[in-house]
């Protein structure tokens, strides 16, 4: 099982970016798709949430409208796009999947996102 992301970087406030996280080795379509970030000193926040079916989402008050995930079940990937970036989504974005109703489930390293001007 591996969880690769990719697309992190440094950019500016105002800016967008495009995470994603390749999946292999589980049914990616029966799992549900999960984004977490941790900044320094901080805990573990979720940010946003894909279904396995429908494709329903949800997302942290802090991201709503800036940011939207998506996935695509015959790539085996899920996407964060991240607009109108600000300081404090500064993090590390891990990708995780889970199976529904379940817990823990496969993560990623992580890719680092820097806002900053």
């Known amino acids: 099982v591996q969880l690769v992301e990719s697309g992190g970087g440094l950019v500016q406030p105002g800016g967008s970016l495009r995470l994603s996280c390749a999946a292999s080795g589980f049914t990616f379509s029966g799992y549900v798709m999960r984004w977490y970030r941790q900044a320094p000193g901080k805990a573990r926040e979720l940010v946003a949430v894909?279904?396995?079916?429908?494709?329903?989402?949800n997302y942290a008050d802090s991201v709503k409208g800036r940011f939207t995930i998506s996935r695509d079940d015959a790539k085996n990937t899920v996407y964060l796009q991240m607009n109108y970036l600000k300081p404090q989504d500064t993090a590390v974005y891990y990708c995780?999947?889970?199976?529904?109703?379940?817990?823990?489930?496969?993560w990623g390293q992580g890719t680092q996102v820097t806002v900053s001007s």
């Open positions: 894909i279904s396995s079916v429908g494709g329903s989402t």
């Open positions: 995780n999947a889970v199976r529904p109703y379940n817990s823990g489930g496969y």
